[in-house]
């Protein structure tokens, strides 16, 4: 698995939004990898040390469009903590 492949997209929503302001940046990551594979693409792919990486699976949810229901994707997201003086350029609009 490629290092590229392993980091989906990060996910920008209100609360990740306030957890920045705590160097911790969360990323939508393949549902193979690893933590250490993990902190690996994201330590090569943005230039900054993680110190922390906490992976959870985020469970699919029931959806109705018009009369029939249906399930949202489930997938798999990690909560990368970088230290303090160091932050993710994606995320800062630059």
């Known amino acids: 698995m490629t290092i590229e492949r ?5 996910v920008v929503t209100e609360k990740t939004n306030i957890m920045r302001e705590t ?6 990551v393949d549902a193979r990898a ?3 594979q993990i902190m690996d693409a994201v330590r090569r792919l943005y230039a900054v040390h993680p110190l922390k990486c906490n992976v959870l699976r985020t469970a699919n949810k029931p959806k109705r469009v018009r009369f029939k229901l249906g399930y949202t994707a489930s997938w798999k997201k990690a909560i990368i903590t970088i230290a303090p003086e160091e932050k993710i350029a994606i995320f800062e609009g630059v």
């Open 6 to 10: 392993i980091i989906i997209e990060p």
């Open 23 to 28: 160097h911790k940046y969360v990323f939508k």
């Open 34 to 36: 690893n933590k250490y």
